[in-house]
């Protein structure tokens, strides 16, 4: 199987072309630089794009058996100031028009797109348990996943199967949240965030990258899909940190401190939702780390 990954130098992006390549398959990867970072699988293909154009690598679109789009900047790259607002939108919608481009361009176009999103996309006004057909929500982060997602809609029309992954927070130890949630607890002074009592949806690395490729490879996939695993509130996600590091558990942040200090994007901590993956097990896959003390002791 060939595969495009945009976004693929990512923490997702890397550790899916690590999984493909290591099962066999050919990953070309579009990045801003043609060579790839230190550490990469020598195996990957890079081709230089500019985030916005199918210029340079819509050829390899004919060639090609998925795409897989991650294409985005940085949510926790800096405050939310309208600049950087306007960025992490733009990354978002321009890579996604690229995709559309590209296939419109093909003559055999690829079986499936793999469309990036995330949970915010039903915002922080939803308490219940949140499944693909609850509507979105109107704070940025879910106006951000609404636009994402309408970005490459045009491709079914292509006859492509689309797929959305609408993703969790993804603990791993070679990025992302997690070296930021520990750190507090290697140093005794670990607790919960804010009142503890949002929801906090999560998933192993491994177990992202699993579906993914099972969302690849399963015809009967189409549409969005919640990643997730069995979601905890942030007093219980901070007690199992506190138990698997053998540290303390009880000091508390303030909510009005995080607010001070990230802004608005506080609310990626404050704000919690209760995300169900029932649409994605009910089509077979299986969690390999479903509740969060066992992912915790693989990972710490």
């Known amino acids: 199987m060939k595969v495009i990954v945009a976004g693929g130098t990512g923490l997702i992006g890397k550790a899916l072309t690590e999984s493909l390549i290591k099962d066999g398959h050919e990953v070309i990867v579009l990045s801003r630089s043609a060579a790839p970072p230190a550490g990469f699988p020598p195996e990957a293909r890079f081709v230089k794009w500019d ?11 004919d060639e090609t058996d998925a795409l897989v ?25 321009n890579a996604g028009k690229a995709f559309v481009q590209a296939i419109k361009q093909a003559s055999n176009p690829p079986a499936v797109l793999i ?40 491709v079914e029309t292509q006859g ?19 070296g930021l949630i520990v750190l507090p607890f290697r140093l005794f002074v670990g ?28 015809p009967a996939a189409n549409g969005p899909f919640n990643i997730s695993a069995q979601p905890v509130t942030n007093d219980e996600f901070a007690r199992t940190v506190g138990k698997v590091k053998h540290r303390p558990a009880f000091f508390r942040v303030p909510a ?43 990972l710490l």
């Open 51 to 61: 985030g916005k154009s199918p210029d340079g690598w819509a050829h390899l679109v």
């Open 69 to 93: 789009n991650l294409a985005g900047a940085n949510l926790s790259a800096g405050r939310w100031t309208a600049k950087h607002k306007e960025v992490i939108l733009s990354s978002r919608v």
């Open 115 to 154: 469309q990036a999103s995330g949970i915010g996309f039903y915002g922080v006004e939803n308490p219940t348990l949140l499944d693909e057909n609850t509507p979105p929500g109107r704070d940025f982060l879910a106006s951000i996943s609404k636009e994402w997602e309408a970005s490459t809609q045009a």
């Open 160 to 178: 492509v199967r689309r797929v959305i992954l609408r993703s969790c927070v993804v603990l791993s130890t070679k990025g992302g949240a997690l």
């Open 191 to 218: 607790g919960p965030l804010g009142k503890g009592d949002q929801w906090f949806s999560w998933v192993h690395i491994e177990d992202e990258v699993r579906a993914i490729r099972f969302l690849i490879e399963n």
């Open 256 to 298: 009005f401190v995080l607010r001070l200090v990230l802004g608005e994007m506080s609310t990626m901590v404050l704000d919690g939702q209760r995300a169900s993956a029932g649409k994605l097990t009910d089509l077979g896959f299986h969690f390999q780390y479903e509740d969060i003390e066992s992912a915790l002791k693989d």
